[in-house]
């Protein structure tokens, strides 16, 4: 199984992956051949990074187009009062007597260090489909969870909206 993607994050990668394609890969070539132009290849600094630098490209491309071809198409059902696919939620967590918000996004979109969760991290996962009020558990490992109240849910279909403070 791959990542879950939307249409909208599909078509990022694939415009992505046109991009490096036409424009970095270019550029990268040139970096090598304007480099290789300095001489002495075993002590060329230049010649090294712009190698590195082209090759990171070409695996960045590889991993990209990987990545599309096991991609499921990720559709969003939720009501408009339930969480959902880009929305922005605003958890109350019981035992810590703390609010937080969170965005709910695919795999390759998380980033939680900025509370953008994936919708396969345990608490992406718990909070799909509830709604405004309801109690809900989060599992983290057997036998171990906490409880969090959501308190607003805010609907949203712009992907690259940032994360909105209530």
């Given amino acids: 199984m791959g990542h879950q993607l939307t249409k909208q994050d599909m078509k990022k990668i694939r415009d992505e992956i046109k991009y490096r394609k036409l424009v970095v890969r270019k550029q990268a070539l040139e970096?090598?051949?304007e480099a290789r132009a300095h001489g002495d290849l075993s002590e060329n600094f230049e010649y090294k990074a712009?190698?590195?630098?082209k090759n990171q490209n070409e695996s960045r491309i590889r991993y990209l187009e990987r990545l599309l071809r096991n991609a499921e198409v990720y559709?969003?059902?939720s009501a408009e009062d339930e969480v959902g696919m880009?929305?922005?939620v605003r958890v109350y967590?019981?035992?810590d007597d703390e609010e937080e918000v969170f965005k709910i996004v695919t795999t390759v979109r998380g980033d939680s260090l900025n509370n953008i969760i994936s919708i396969e991290s345990p608490i992406g996962k718990a909070l799909l489909g509830h709604k405004t009020g309801e109690r809900v558990y989060i599992p983290v490992r057997d036998g171990y969870g906490y409880y969090v109240r959501i308190v607003e849910v805010q609907k949203t279909n712009d992907e690259s909206e940032n994360i909105q403070r209530f």
């Fill in 31 to 33: 970096e090598v051949k």
């Fill in 50 to 53: 712009a190698k590195k630098f």
């Fill in 75 to 77: 559709e969003d059902h």
């Fill in 86 to 88: 880009n929305n922005t």
């Fill in 93 to 95: 967590f019981e035992d």
